[in-house]
Nanobody, 125 residues
Framework: QLQLVESGGGLVQPGGSLRLSCAAS????????IGWFRQAPGKEREGVSC???????YYADSVKGRFTISRDNAKKTVYLQMNSLKPEDTAIYYC???????????????????WGKGTLVTVSS
């Protein structure tokens, strides 16, 4: 059974860093693109970043220059390194996946086939 499990969330002060992990089980990552999404209280879930099979990446403007997505197919894990965190980054972060061609990835909610349950990131002093 295909599953995604996020980890690495927590409480961090503004300006701090966290690294989120998305571990896959029940399938190999090789044929799939992965996206990171987040949902803040009272807001809709939004796409943050994604990575294709060929390691091409996309970042939303709100996180560009601060977040870095990467993947390790051997470890079946995708990472989201988050630096210079701001209070507005506070949200539940989800990873999601779909089978994809080599050079594309997706940050549209309705484009994804499988979702993790999320990990909470709180940025506060």
């Amino acid at each position: 059974q295909l599953q995604l499990v996020e980890s690495g969330g927590g409480l961090v002060q503004p300006g701090g860093s966290l690294r989120l992990s998305c571990a896959a089980s029940g399938f190999t990552l090789d044929g799939y693109s992965i996206g990171w999404f987040r949902q803040a209280p009272g807001k809709e879930r939004e796409g943050v970043s994604c990575i294709s099979r060929s390691h091409a990446t996309y970042y939303a403007d709100s996180v560009k220059g601060r977040f870095t997505i990467s993947r390790d197919n051997a470890k079946k894990t995708v990472y989201l390194q988050m630096n210079s965190l701001k209070p507005e980054d506070t949200a539940i972060y989800y990873c999601a996946t779909r089978y994809s061609s080599a050079y594309v990835c997706y940050v549209r909610n309705n484009a994804m086939d499988y979702w993790g349950k999320g990990t909470l990131v709180t940025v506060s002093s």
